[in-house]
């Protein structure tokens, strides 16, 4: 069945270092893919999407691209502060299925 | 405007009682998603309603699981027998439609505690 696999984390970084995520996917058909956010003491959040191959999701500095050939939606962002401090959770929907199927979630922590 | 909420948000209970968990989506949301989180995982799909109707239930690891949404807008988790293994976070979300043009509006969770 379809299903995602991100890094392991937790992930700690000192405020302005460059951020990666790695995230792959395995799905029949073309799914779309997506990156949630859930900051301490709240609820899941949609941090950015990306519906077909090659395409570039973004959104708060945050980028990550539809990669086909590697099965890969890996987050990045150039310049994390210590506001990011969050869980991020790699996701697919898959129009076949109708549902949302997530990654175990990676922690990130950033230090000032 | 209201997101989706969910209550109670911490339920504590013994084995095998019985439990509801309620969630009301934003207004207008035909779709209803119910996942589930276990510590350090991320968010399992139990079931979802398009309308009044369960479309996919799939998710939903036994029998002792239902879910109802008689009217189309507020869902009810119902748990028979509950068993340790089944403390966890349960997410409720909502969206326009159940196709990927619509975002998933998730609520903040009610946390269950099986003793």
């Known amino acids: 069945g379809d299903s995602v696999t991100q890094m392991e984390g937790p992930v700690t970084l000192s405020e302005e270092a460059f951020l990666t995520i790695n995230c792959t996917y395995t799905?029949?058909?073309?799914?779309?893919l997506f990156w949630y956010v859930q900051y301490p003491g709240e609820g899941l959040q949609l941090l950015l999407k990306?519906?077909?191959?090659?395409d570039k999701g973004s959104n708060k500095g945050f980028e990550a691209t539809y990669r086909k050939e590697t099965t890969s939606f890996h987050l990045e962002k150039g310049s994390v502060q210590v506001s990011d401090s969050a869980v991020y959770f790699c996701?697919?929907?898959?129009?076949?299925?109708?549902?949302?199927?997530f990654g175990q979630g990676t922690t990130l922590q950033v230090k000032p | 405007g209201a997101g989706v909420s969910q209550t109670p948000s911490n339920k504590v209970t013994e084995k095998g009682k019985y439990v509801e968990l309620r969630c009301d989506p934003i207004?207008?949301?035909?779709?209803l998603y119910w996942y589930r989180q276990s510590l350090g995982q991320g968010p399992e799909f139990l079931i979802y309603?398009?309308?009044?109707?369960?479309?996919?239930d799939s998710g939903l690891p036994n029998d002792r699981f239902f879910a109802v949404r008689p009217e189309g807008s507020v869902s009810t988790l119902k748990i028979q027998r509950t068993e340790r293994g089944d403390s966890a976070v349960y997410l409720c979300?909502?969206?326009?439609?159940?196709?990927?043009?619509?975002?998933?509006?998730f609520g903040p969770g009610t946390r269950l505690t099986v003793l």
């Open positions: 996701a697919l929907f898959s129009g076949n299925t109708g549902k949302l199927i």
């Open positions: 990306a519906t077909k191959a090659d």
């Open positions: 799905a029949t058909g073309y799914p779309s």
């Open positions: 207004s207008g949301h035909t779709a």
């Open positions: 309603f398009q309308g009044t109707g369960a479309a996919d």
């Open positions: 979300a909502s969206s326009l439609g159940s196709n990927l043009f619509y975002e998933q509006f």
